[in-house]
């Protein structure tokens, strides 16, 4: 798909054989060529001295025949002319018993008379005195040609002629037309005029190609034709080339067969690597790389004002991971995968970041479509998770960019940095979430990342400071009953930072386990000291973050610290969120029953603020719940609210735990929860978060406090 650059390498690397194949190839064929040729001149020079030895035949029988002659002339020597007369009879005798050679005598040779062509050679006889009596000369020669060429060693194969040094026939091993050899004579008296000795355009025997070799007889001026039919000697290599052509075709078969087989392996094997390398191996989908280089080339030449990038995130799903397990992670994030990819349009496109983030790139018509889409997404999730009978404790936030024009030459990378920018900035936020980037949430993440390196090292430094809220029991005189510790960050920098600017980072990389642990260690140092001092017992409540309570050693850990510094039984309040309804209610709850052994009272704080369900009461052995500040704000609906409220501090009352009102500002309020049952309360109505020494001081100097609306001026040392 996207693997231009691989394939290139693949393509590179599958050259290589098929390069050897034809360095392999080249070579056979150029060791074929060579053997023709070498075969060639090998048949040429075995033409050659085929017709040398025909040459030699042919001489020979001359001579043979002359020789008879001569010997049959030396026979009529001495003759007288009376008997001379009868040499026509007797030669006429001697032809009758001869075979082959027909012998015949003139007294004189008249070359006008006889056939030249036909008396090829003849031979003198003298008589008496030396007187030449006439000729012996054999008749019929070519006939006597033919029949002593007819012997020759190729006469089954190939063609011998004799021609004059005119390139006329005079005798010629078949009997072919006359006109046939009519029709070579100028090629054969230019061959005999330039000295050719060679040629294979003759044509001679049909259907062959053929070789000619043509040499002087050295008789008479008379040359030897030898035609030989090239099949018969280049039977002998074509059967080699053959050979080497079949193993040249077999072994390049086998060689693509083989090279298929490869290429196929190899092209598999890099299908495979690139989906490794684009896809994302749990949802299946595109994962970053592969994401970022699409959006890249949509992007290039599309109308960014018609294009978003989203970035989006399950909320808490690390507590998901621990608490219900990875299998349960994963079939959320695949499940969400499957519903991203639904609602992913044409040009748009998404993938897993890592862990728990998705991103995409959306092109929309009209900017409310996103928002649409992200509640369909919720909706379709919490359909899905209904089908599957699981509880709903899943929800998504969702960060948007919207790209403008002048964003042609940001990154990509920059691009889904401001989404995600957006995502973080609302995640903190309850429920589902959805924001849109502003200049707003870049200066946060600016300071957050500031912060957060100021943070290393700030446990060391002392510069978290134990702030303690009192806690007012309003069912007994409005008496100082207990203070929840409440951290605050001395920055040397930015001065006094509450913990909801710093908590929620710290929860990221677990710093704020060791801050926890710091605040509980010295608030138990103040509790100890204080209580041995003899004053009055109180309850002492600490937050805990609800990553802390994961770890193996935290009922130990707390325990121990308990115990080094002598704290009674009933007096330490532990303050889980209420993000603990994620876990399983069992071992929530063993974790309290062994909290309970070690004498901790345990408190589900912020009830109400975002995942609370009435059931949580009824499941979890906790020993007070603390009604979150959002029940308190100004609701437009009063006598509604208050039936709730009272309603749940009646049941949990019923359930024996004790009620906390937490953020109340309001004077009529406290009035309302007094009547509704309600035990304690903690709010700016009775007194602010305080320095550690000023509530001990408060301690020391009241008993109990008076609700005051104007909350600002309760005392002198609480924060603005
Ligand atoms: P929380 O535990 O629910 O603490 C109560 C918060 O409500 C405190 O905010 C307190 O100042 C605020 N509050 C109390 N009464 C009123 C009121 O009448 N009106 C208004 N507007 N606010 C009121 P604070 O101190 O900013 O703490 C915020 C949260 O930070 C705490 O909520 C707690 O969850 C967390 N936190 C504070 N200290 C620690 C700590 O040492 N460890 C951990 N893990 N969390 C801490
Ligand atoms: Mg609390
Ligand atoms: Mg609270």
Redesign the pocket.
């Known amino acids: 798909m996207h693997a231009k650059d691989e394939n290139r390498v693949g393509k590179f690397d599958m050259a290589i054989p098929v390069l050897l194949w034809l360095f392999l190839i080249i070579c056979c064929i150029i060791f074929l060529i060579y053997r023709i040729q070498k075969n060639t001149k090998e048949n040429n020079d075995y033409y050659y001295s085929a017709a040398k030895q025909n040459q030699f035949t042919v001489k020979s029988k001359i001579e043979g025949d002359i020789q008879l002659l001569k010997v049959i002339a030396a026979g009529f020597s001495g003759m007288d002319s009376d008997h001379a007369r009868q040499l026509p009879e007797i030669i006429g005798r001697m032809n009758l018993s001869m075979k082959g050679m027909k012998i015949k005598y003139s007294e004189k040779l008249d070359w006008s008379r006889l056939d030249r062509e036909a008396s090829y050679f003849d031979v003198l006889i003298r008589g008496k005195n030396n007187q030449p009596l006439g000729y012996l000369y054999t008749g019929d020669a070519e006939n006597l040609m033919n029949q002593f060429m007819n012997t020759q060693t190729l006469a089954g194969a190939g063609i011998c002629a004799v021609f004059d040094n005119r390139g006329s026939l005079v005798a010629a091993s078949d009997d072919r037309d006359a006109a046939d050899w009519n029709n070579i004579r100028n090629e054969i008296y230019n061959m005999i005029t330039s000295n050719q000795k060679t040629s294979s355009k003759l044509n001679l025997i049909e259907n062959e190609r053929e070789f000619a070799v043509l040499i002087p007889l050295e008789y008479n001026d008379w040359y030897l034709l030898n035609v030989f039919p090239e099949s018969g000697l280049k039977g002998r290599y074509m059967e080699t080339a053959v050979g080497i052509g079949i193993m040249i075709l077999i072994s390049s078969g086998l060689f693509f067969a083989f090279f298929y087989k490869q290429y196929r392996t190899i092209t598999a094997n890099q299908k495979t690597l690139v989906n490794i390398a684009y896809t994302d191996s749990l949802t299946r989908s595109r994962n970053f790389h592969a994401f970022k280089k699409e959006a890249e080339r949509i992007l290039r030449t599309a109308d960014l004002k018609s294009y978003a990038v989203w970035y989006c995130d399950i909320k808490k799903f690390k507590f998901i991971n621990d608490v219900l397990g990875y299998e349960e992670g994963d079939r959320i994030l695949i499940e969400i995968a499957g519903l991203l990819q639904k609602c992913s349009g044409q040009n748009s496109l998404f993938c897993r970041v890592s862990a728990d983030n998705f991103v995409g790139l959306y092109q929309y018509e009209s900017r409310m479509e996103l928002k649409n889409c992200f509640q369909k997404l919720i909706e379709d999730f919490r359909l899905k998770e209904l089908s599957y009978n699981k509880r709903i404790a899943t929800e998504l936030c969702m960060g948007v960019y919207f790209l403008e024009e002048e964003d042609r030459n940001v990154s990509i990378d920059t691009i889904v940095n401001r989404a995600n920018i957006a995502q973080k900035y609302i995640k903190n936020l309850p429920g589902n979430q959805f924001g849109i980037y502003n200049k707003e949430m870049w200066d946060k993440v600016v300071d957050e990342s500031e912060m957060e390196s100021e943070m290393e090292g700030a446990i060391e430094r002392q510069e978290f400071r134990i ?1 303690i ?1 009192p806690k007012v029991s309003i069912q007994m005189n409005n008496e100082i009953v207990g203070g ?4 605050r960050w001395e920055n040397p920098r930015k001065g006094t930072i ?3 600017q710093f ?1 929620p980072i710290m929860e990221r990389d677990e710093k ?1 386990i060791m ?2 642990r710091y ?1 509980f260690e010295r608030s138990c140092q103040w509790f100890h000291r204080y209580l041995k001092s003899g004053s009055k017992p109180i309850n002492l409540a ?4 609800k990553v ?1 309570i994961l770890r193996d050693d935290f009922v130990d850990y707390y325990g121990s610290i308990k115990e080094k510094y002598e704290i009674p039984d009933g007096l330490l309040e532990l ?1 889980f ?1 209420e993000t603990v309804m994620l876990t399983d209610d069992s071992v929530f709850n063993s974790l309290v029953a062994r909290l309970h052994e070690k004498g901790f009272i345990c408190s589900l ?2 009830f109400g603020a975002g995942y609370s369900s009435l059931n949580l009461l009824k499941n979890l052995s906790i020993d007070i719940v ?1 009604l ?2 959002m029940f308190f704000r100004k609701s437009s609906d009063i006598r509604r609210e208050r039936i709730v409220i009272s309603n749940i501090i009646h049941m949990a009352k019923e359930l024996h735990i004790k009620a906390i009102a ?4 309001f004077t009529e309020t406290v009035d309302f929860l007094k009547s509704a049952g309600c035990d304690i309360i ?4 009775f007194a ?2 305080m320095p550690l020494e000023d509530f001990e001081r408060l301690l020391g100097e009241t008993v109990s406090l008076a609700p005051k609306d104007d ?1 600002k001026v309760v005392n002198i040392c609480t924060e603005k």
């Not at 600490?542 to 973050?545: M, R, Y």
């Open positions: 702030f809220q929840e510790v409440l951290v509450l913990p909801g908590i704020i801050l926890d605040m600490v937050n805990v973050s802390g303050e969120t704080d912020d603390k979150d500040i937490e953020g109340v500002e903690q709010g700016y109505v602010r978060p909350n």
